[in-house]
């Protein structure tokens, strides 16, 4: 997604808890795009005190922030019950609470700016309770929808606008290791879909858009015992 936007010749600001990656990520993005500025910021979201202090620096550095992704996630998980309340603990307090403590820095600058544009990354999975070693997984990425869509209502009548994409399967280094799956796509163009979704500031979308906004009506309006053995 970087490389995309860089493309468009966005500044960016880059965050991870590691940053030897995002160091040469920049090195590369500035390379090819001389005219872009990339700052790279250690950032571990569950810290919740250090994300509003670099979203702080962050807007210090450039002069404004005009847009967040919140992105950052976990794929941990176990069946409800099984003794792996841990791992589900995890997932949750990653993907819910410190999306939550990511959503309230930003608006915070974008109230100041009195413009910007929040993205909220969901999933797929957060159309329906998701049965299996996805439940908390699912259940934290409906609550972040529902959480972009809670601002988007309290923003309405504002120049803040927010976006909450839903991708379906996509190859990242969090799914390298699952088997073929049916309807994944590759990294490169299953992000495209995912940043031109952005760039029209779409308030929802599937992403890539075919076959997903279907399937997602589809696992909105199907039983649940219909769901549950196709998902």
């Not at 500044?11 to 991870?16: D, F, G, I, P, S």
């Not at 109230?111 to 910007?116: D, I, K, N, S, T």
């Amino acid at each position: 997604m970087a490389r995309q936007f860089a493309a468009l010749g966005r500044n960016l600001v880059v965050t991870a808890r590691r940053t030897d990656r995002l160091e040469q990520l920049k090195a590369e993005l500035t390379g090819t795009y001389p005219g872009i500025e990339v700052l790279v910021k250690a950032l571990d979201v569950n810290d919740h005190d250090a994300v509003f202090k670099v979203f702080g620096e962050a807007r210090e550095e450039l002069g404004g922030i005009d847009r967040v992704i919140v992105n950052a996630g976990l794929g941990k998980g176990q069946p409800i019950g099984t003794g792996y309340f841990h791992a589900n603990k995890q997932t949750a307090e990653t993907n819910f609470v410190a999306a939550l403590a990511q959503c309230e820095a930003a608006v915070g600058i974008f109230r100041e700016q009195r413009a910007g544009h929040l993205v909220v990354i969901s999933s797929m999975s957060a159309m329906r309770g998701m049965r299996g070693n996805i439940t908390t997984y699912a259940a934290t990425k409906a609550g972040v929808a529902a959480l972009a869509e809670g601002i988007r209502s309290d923003l309405a009548r504002t120049r803040i606008k927010v976006s909450t994409i839903f991708p379906g399967y996509i190859r990242s280094e969090m799914n390298d290791k699952v088997a073929k799956t049916p309807l994944m796509v590759d990294t490169v163009p299953g992000v495209r879909s995912m940043v031109k979704a952005i760039e029209r500031e779409s308030a929802t979308a599937c992403a890539p858009s075919w076959p997903w906004t279907a399937i997602g009506f589809a696992m909105r309006n199907l039983p649940l015992s219909v769901v549950r053995r196709i998902a």
